[in-house]
C-alpha cells in the first residue's frame, strides 16, 4: 500500500472528523464534561483538540490531564500550550480526580500530563499521589499514566509504579529521522530507554507506546521502530494519523487510509506486540481501556 500525498484534508477523513465532532454535543458528553469542569480538570481531550473527544464523552469516558496544562517543551506537533510558566502541582488535584472517577463510574482512567522539566522529579511523586488517592476511592478502576521522559531520571520510575498503575504509557510520537523537526527536546533512544527500565522495574506491568502517521516518514521506518518498541518490552501501540493543530505547527504531510494500518497492525502483532490500535483517528488514549482488556485476554490464553 503506498501512500497517499494530498494538499488538503480528504473527504474521507473530513467525514470522520465530522460525526465525532457531532457526538461532542450528546447529552452524555455534555454530562461529564458538566462534571469535569465542576471538578476543575483538563483534559487532554480538550487541550489537545483530539478528534475523538465528541465520540469518547459521548461513551462517559474522558482522559484526565494532570500537572497542569503547560508544557515546558515546544513539540511542533502538539496544541497543548507552552506560552507561559507552569504553575506548581495542585495539591487537592489528587482527590478531585478520585471523585470524578466515583461520580461518573469510571472503569478505565487514562491520565495524561504536559512535559514538566521544571519539576525535580518530572512530576513522579504527583503522578504517584493521584493513581493512589483514584485506587483509594474507587479500587476497581484500571489506571494508565501516559508520562514524559522525566528528562532520563529514571531513579524517579519506581515512584510511580508503586502506585500499581495496570498499564503505563510513554508515546515514542515518530520515527527517529523526524525527531529534530517534530520533537524538540526529546531523545528516541532515551524514550526506548524508559520502557526498558519500566519493565526492569515491574515485568508484570503492561507498557504502551504511539507512533503519528503523515509527518513524512516511511513504512521502513515505521516498521523499524516498532521493532525497536517490541524489543524494549512494549506490549501495546497505537497507531493514528498526525492532524496540524494549526498552520503554525508541524505541515501534515500525508493522510493514509485504513488499508496501511491494517498492513502495520498484522506486522505488529506477528512480531510480539499483545494489542494494536490503529486508524486515522486513533490517539494514544482512544478506547485504551478495550486494549488492556485485549492484552490481558491473549496473556490468559497464552498461559493456558
Not at 244 to 252: E, K, L
Request: hydrophobic share 35%.
Amino acid at each position: 500500500y503506498n501512500y497517499t500525498i494530498m494538499r488538503e484534508i480528504p473527504k474521507w477523513l473530513k467525514e470522520m472528523v465530522g460525526k465525532s465532532k457531532a457526538a461532542y454535543y450528546t447529552q452524555d458528553a455534555v454530562k461529564i464534561k458538566e462534571n469535569i469542569n465542576k471538578g476543575c480538570l483538563s483534559t487532554v481531550c480538550t487541550e489537545a483538540k483530539c478528534p475523538n473527544r465528541g465520540e469518547c464523552f459521548s461513551l462517559g469516558d474522558a482522559t484526565v490531564m494532570i500537572l497542569g496544562s503547560v508544557c515546558t517543551r515546544s513539540c511542533k506537533f502538539c496544541a497543548v500550550n507552552k506560552a507561559c510558566k507552569p504553575l506548581p502541582p495542585e495539591s487537592d488535584e489528587p482527590e478531585r480526580v478520585a471523585d470524578l472517577t466515583k461520580e461518573q463510574n469510571i472503569k478505565y482512567l487514562v491520565l495524561t500530563m504536559p512535559t514538566r522539566d521544571d519539576l525535580p522529579d518530572g512530576g513522579a511523586k504527583h503522578i504517584y499521589e493521584v493513581i493512589k488517592k483514584v485506587k483509594e476511592v474507587n479500587p476497581a478502576v484500571k489506571v494508565e499514566p501516559l508520562i514524559s521522559d522525566l528528562g532520563g531520571k529514571f531513579e524517579f520510575l519506581p515512584i510511580i509504579l508503586k502506585a500499581e498503575p495496570e498499564v503505563l504509557a510513554h508515546n515514542i510520537e515518530t520515527v527517529p529521522s523526524l525527531y529534530q523537526a517534530v520533537r524538540t527536546g526529546a531523545n528516541y533512544k532515551r524514550s526506548l530507554n524508559l520502557l526498558k527500565e519500566v519493565k526492569k522495574i515491574n515485568p508484570v506491568v503492561y507498557t504502551k507506546s504511539g507512533i503519528m502517521l503523515g509527518l513524512g516518514e516511511t513504512k521502513e521506518e515505521l516498521k523499524a521502530t516498532m521493532q525497536d518498541l517490541v524489543d524494549s518490552g512494549c506490549d501495546l501501540l497505537t497507531l493514528g494519523q498526525y492532524l496540524a493543530p494549526s498552520s503554525s505547527h508541524y505541515t501534515v504531510k500525508e493522510y493514509i487510509e485504513q488499508p496501511f494500518y491494517d498492513e502495520l497492525k498484522e506486522y505488529g502483532l506477528s512480531i510480539g506486540f499483545k494489542g494494536i490500535m490503529a486508524g486515522p483517528l486513533v490517539r494514544s488514549s482512544y478506547k485504551a481501556g478495550l486494549l488492556y482488556k485485549e492484552a490481558t485476554q491473549k496473556d490468559n490464553e497464552d498461559n493456558r
